[in-house]
């Protein structure tokens, strides 16, 4: 079944220069790249998408994480990849969420590490199932950053607002 995955290089990976091993290795499964785009994350943000993990004793640590404060990189890169089966290869791929469980030759096996802290720093995020996939890449996308239409979409009519453009 064809179905969309959301994949980030997390901070981590951007100050490793790991973005072109791990688009690389992501190759490797054949999928489609159907948007990509860099983002810097906020709070809110960052906050919303670990929602499922608020309350975990490491939940502040991994939103510092991901909005890139403990590698000064505020930056991740966001990608949208689609295809058969896209969650379980790009999962594969990535290994285990402990970088020192992950198989050795898996991306995060390869590259991620614990911290002193204790945080599971992985370099790569990938939605773990359809329905997470679906509210991770809405909640990073919106429907015209994404080459094809995987959800339905409405017309909303509003007023010209501010907006910037190239000057
Ligand atoms: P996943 O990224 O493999 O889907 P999740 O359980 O969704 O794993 O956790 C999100 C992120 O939080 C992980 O990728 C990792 O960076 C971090 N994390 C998860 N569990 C732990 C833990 O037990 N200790 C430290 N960090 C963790
Ligand atoms: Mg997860």
């Known amino acids: 079944m064809s179905q969309a995955v959301l994949i980030l290089i997390k901070p981590d990976g951007l100050k490793k220069s790991l973005t072109g091993n791990i688009l690389t290795r992501l190759s490797e499964t054949k999928l489609e790249i159907v948007a990509a785009k860099m983002v810097r994350v906020s709070a809110e943000l960052a906050k919303e998408h670990y929602k499922h993990l608020e309350d975990k004793p490491f939940f502040g640590e991994i939103i510092k994480y991901l909005q890139g404060e403990l590698h000064d990189r505020k930056k991740v ?10 969650i379980k290869k790009c999962r594969e791929l990535a290994g285990a969420t402990n970088p020192e469980e992950a198989d050795s030759t898996s991306i995060r096996g390869s590259y991620g590490r614990i911290t002193t802290s204790g945080v599971y720093e992985n ?5 773990s199932n359809q329905s997470e996939a679906e509210r991770e890449i809405k909640l990073w996308f919106s429907p015209d950053e994404i080459i094809v239409d995987l959800y339905p979409t409405k017309d909303l009519a509003c007023k010209e607002a501010a907006k910037k453009v190239w000057g």
């Open 77 to 86: 890169m966001a990608l949208v990849y689609w295809g058969e089966d896209a």
């Open 123 to 127: 370099v790569i995020h990938v939605s």
